[in-house]
């Protein structure tokens, strides 16, 4: 959206104020016109119908007008204004998860404050042009402010805004102070580094595996593409002289043109693999380079051309080649465990790949295909102990998802498979984790937390692993000792899921540090906006700290998305070993005045 707005001799009884204004305009709407027109069109509508409208309603903006493409918006208070757009925003990126990128809606947003005059409905004046200007330099996704804007939320809002100096604005006859925020912005917590910051290089060897293209014919060949990958991640985080990037944080790059340096230094690496796998009939190509980021030098590559039953020596020779390459002594356990794969069975391993990557996508319809695929891998090999661990996890998202009619027989069901996972591959560090889900669940604390203690025994780059450990250690009222891991997970995933946002906060709460725990909530709903339980917690965090309106405004949105939220509901399920523990929650809740 490009406004010109031109000012006329000004009359006697011109009216002006002061008001916040909001410029938004969607990225590449001519493309996403001419690739589909309908679609787009529906797709504006429906941002605007279930999200956007609604948000400038709530915090009390007027849309002035609508230009096709773009919003232009007044706001009596620039507070309510920032917060409007950073949750437009936040919302958006949830909408378009799952959208391909080429079909997503994506806004630039600007906000400045300044003196308008107002004309009928319309509004005109240099600050409206000063808002237009910022939405034009904003990032996709992003929002740009002005230095006013600025000084009057910094210390009434929890958002991370990076100063960008000062910016020449087209047609805007004096430098403009401009500061931005996107999703990636966020303040350091407990001595974490934000994203803005470089991460410092580990006192090991530190790699990164980074998915392999699939250069199969066949699409559908990604799974094991991707299977592939995972497994030389897994192969190597086994080794405790190394530090390995977790899946996650390195799957965030599929399908990206990557520029390596770059990836380096945002995962706080000095060694990137990366690769491809083409699979044709009983064949197979891979070729994998190890890259030494800082000079792009290569330090080791190879090409593979070997029958389909050769899979587990060819990974088994890329992990040794790149332990050969670090320089890095195995010790005599870490020999005997990596490169074990569990199955020398090609089609078991193949459902699992398969199912392991339907179970991640954690929904309904694929968890029940990963269920019959898992199945099909046990009847395969009886003796598979990963493929019961990825089985009794699909009847772990029936129990928690409410998805199956006896959630209580699926949780019982899925314990036993666990179990019996662990008795068959007990030097699998997922096998435990498996395990320990199910134990916390059933409340056996100290039983979860052992599984977890050998998860990490077994592979101490195993970032979920960690993660869990500490959530399980905060469960058990041991908070103090959750941190810990949960900031070397948080290291060895630096992309990590949001909701290790929620556990750090649970924990900080537990300790009576409720300033950090409102930051690392704040920024967890920046990422989830629909989750009810951080916005249960951020509640009482603002009760403790006397912040009895801000309390009561996360309560109403706490009812909007969930109206059948119960805090008895909570107490029930949550698996608290000291139920003090969830009572402060409720005491913060009610330090706030609200109906619990």
């Given at each position: 959206m490009?406004?010109?707005?031109?000012?006329?001799?000004?009359v006697?009884?011109?009216?002006?104020?002061?008001?916040?204004?909001?410029?938004?305009?969607?990225?590449?709407?001519?493309?996403?016109?001419?690739v589909?027109?309908?679609?787009?069109?529906?797709?504006?509508r429906?941002?605007?119908?279930?999200?956007?409208?609604?948000?400038?309603d709530?915090?009390g903006?007027?849309?002035?007008?609508?230009?096709?493409?773009?919003?232009?918006?007044?706001?009596?208070?620039?507070?309510?204004?920032?917060?409007?757009?950073?949750e437009?925003?936040?919302?958006?990126?949830?909408?378009?998860q799952?959208?391909?990128?080429?079909?997503?809606?994506?806004?630039r947003?600007?906000?400045?404050?300044?003196?308008?005059?107002?004309?009928?409905?319309?509004?005109?004046g240099?600050?409206?042009?000063i808002?237009?200007?910022?939405q034009?330099?904003?990032?996709?996704?992003?929002?740009?402010?002005?230095?006013?804007?600025?000084?009057?939320?910094?210390?009434?809002?929890?958002?991370?805004?990076?100063?960008?100096?000062?910016?020449?604005l087209?047609?805007i006859?004096?430098?403009?102070?401009?500061?931005?925020?996107?999703?990636?912005a966020?303040?350091?917590?407990a001595?974490r580094?934000s994203?803005?910051e470089?991460l410092?290089?580990?006192?090991?060897?530190s790699i990164?595996?980074?998915p392999?293209?699939?250069?199969?014919?066949?699409?559908?060949q990604?799974?094991?593409?991707?299977?592939i990958?995972?497994?030389?991640?897994?192969?190597?985080?086994?080794?405790a002289?190394?530090?390995?990037?977790?899946?996650?944080?390195s799957?965030?790059?599929?399908g990206k043109?990557?520029?390596?340096?770059?990836?380096?230094?945002?995962?706080?690496?000095?060694?990137?693999?990366e690769?491809?796998?083409r699979?044709?009939g009983?064949r197979?190509?891979?070729?994998?380079?190890l890259?030494?980021?800082?000079t792009?030098?290569?330090?080791?590559?190879?090409?593979?051309?070997?029958d389909?039953?050769?899979?587990?020596?060819?990974?088994?020779e890329?992990?040794a080649?790149?332990?050969?390459?670090?320089?890095?002594?195995l010790?005599?356990?870490?020999?005997?465990?990596?490169g074990k794969?569990?199955?020398d069975?090609?089609?078991?391993?193949?459902?699992?790949?398969?199912?392991?990557?339907?179970?991640?996508?954690?929904?309904?319809?694929?968890a029940?295909q990963?269920?019959?695929?898992?199945?099909?891998?046990?009847?395969?090999?009886?003796?598979?102990?990963?493929?019961?661990?990825?089985?009794?996890?699909?009847?772990?998202?029936?129990?928690?998802?409410?998805?199956?009619?006896?959630?209580q027989?699926?949780?019982?069901?899925?314990y036993?498979?666990?179990?019996?996972?662990?008795?068959?591959?007990?030097?699998?560090?997922h096998?435990?984790?498996?395990?320990?889900?199910?134990s916390?669940?059933?409340?056996?604390h100290?039983?979860?937390?052992?599984?977890?203690?050998?998860?990490?025994?077994?592979?101490?780059?195993?970032a979920?692993?960690?993660?869990?450990?500490?959530?399980?250690?905060?469960?058990?009222?041991r908070?103090?000792?959750?941190?810990?891991?949960?900031?070397?997970?948080?290291?060895?995933?630096?992309?990590h899921?949001d909701?290790?946002?929620?556990?750090?906060a649970?924990?900080?709460?537990?300790?009576?540090?409720y300033?950090?725990?409102?930051?690392?909530?704040r920024?967890?709903?920046?990422?989830?906006?629909q989750?009810?339980?951080?916005?249960m917690?951020l509640?009482?965090?603002?009760?403790?700290l006397e912040k009895?309106?801000?309390?009561?405004?996360v309560?109403?949105?706490?009812?909007?998305?969930n109206?059948?939220?119960?805090?008895?509901?909570?107490?029930?399920?949550?698996?608290y070993?000291?139920?003090?523990?969830?009572?402060q929650?409720v005491?913060?809740?009610?330090k706030?005045?609200?109906?619990?």
């Open positions: 490009t406004q010109a707005v031109t000012l006329c001799l000004m006697e009884g011109t009216q002006r104020r002061l008001a916040a204004i909001v410029s938004a305009d969607v990225v590449g709407y001519s493309r996403l016109m001419g589909d027109e309908v679609g787009t069109l529906a797709a504006l429906a941002h605007r119908e279930e999200l956007i409208d609604g948000k400038i709530k915090h903006g007027r849309i002035v007008k609508t230009m096709g493409d773009g919003l232009l918006l007044e706001f009596p208070s620039v507070v309510e204004a920032t917060q409007c757009m950073v437009v925003q936040s919302g958006m990126a949830e909408r378009n799952g959208v391909d990128e080429d079909l997503r809606i994506v806004f947003i600007g906000i400045n404050l300044g003196d308008i005059i107002i004309d009928g409905e319309d509004i005109l240099d600050g409206v042009n808002a237009a200007r910022l034009e330099i904003a990032k996709p996704g992003g929002v740009s402010i002005s230095r006013r804007v600025y000084e009057d939320v910094q210390e009434r809002l929890d958002i991370v805004f990076e100063d960008t100096g000062e910016q020449s087209k047609n006859a004096r430098p403009i102070h401009v500061w931005r925020w996107n999703l990636d966020s303040p350091s917590v001595g580094p994203p803005s470089p410092p290089l580990p006192d090991k060897p990164a595996v980074l392999f293209n699939n250069l199969s014919s066949d699409p559908e990604e799974y094991f593409a991707d299977g990958s995972e497994d030389i991640i897994t192969d190597l985080s086994k080794i002289s190394l530090f390995v990037i977790a899946r996650n944080s799957f965030v790059y599929k043109s990557v520029d390596i340096p770059t990836v380096a230094k945002e995962l706080g690496v000095r060694f990137i693999l690769g491809s796998v699979r044709g009983s197979v190509r891979i070729n994998a380079q890259i030494e980021a800082e792009g030098g290569h330090l080791w590559a190879e090409r593979y051309d070997r389909l039953t050769d899979i587990f020596a060819v990974q088994d890329v992990t080649n790149i332990v050969q390459a670090l320089a890095v002594t010790g005599e356990d870490e020999e005997r465990r990596v794969k569990g199955t069975n090609l089609a078991a391993y193949e459902c699992v790949l398969r199912g392991r990557e339907l179970f991640m996508l954690t929904r309904r319809e694929e029940k990963a269920k019959e695929i898992l199945e099909q891998a046990i009847e395969l090999d009886a003796g598979f102990g990963v493929a019961y661990a990825y089985l009794a996890l699909t009847h772990m998202l029936d129990y928690i998802n409410g998805w199956s009619e006896d959630p027989a699926s949780r019982a069901l899925g036993d498979l666990a179990k019996r996972g662990v008795e068959l591959t007990p030097d699998d560090a096998v435990h984790i498996a395990l320990g889900s199910f916390l669940s059933l409340r056996r100290e039983e979860a937390i052992a599984e977890a203690e050998r998860a990490v025994q077994l592979d101490p780059n195993y979920h692993g960690l993660f869990e450990l500490g959530w399980y250690l905060q469960y058990a009222g908070a103090a000792e959750s941190l810990g891991y949960f900031d070397r997970a948080v290291r060895l995933d630096p992309h899921a909701v290790f946002l929620h556990f750090m649970q924990a900080y709460f537990q300790l009576d540090r300033d950090v725990a409102v930051e690392l909530l920024r967890r709903l920046v990422r989830n906006p989750s009810d339980s951080s916005r917690m509640a009482a965090c603002y009760g403790y009895h309106d801000a309390a009561h405004l309560w109403d949105e706490i009812m909007e998305i109206p059948d939220f119960s805090i008895d509901q909570r107490r029930q399920v949550l698996p070993k000291n139920p003090e523990n969830f009572e929650i005491n913060g809740l009610r706030a005045g609200l109906p619990v």
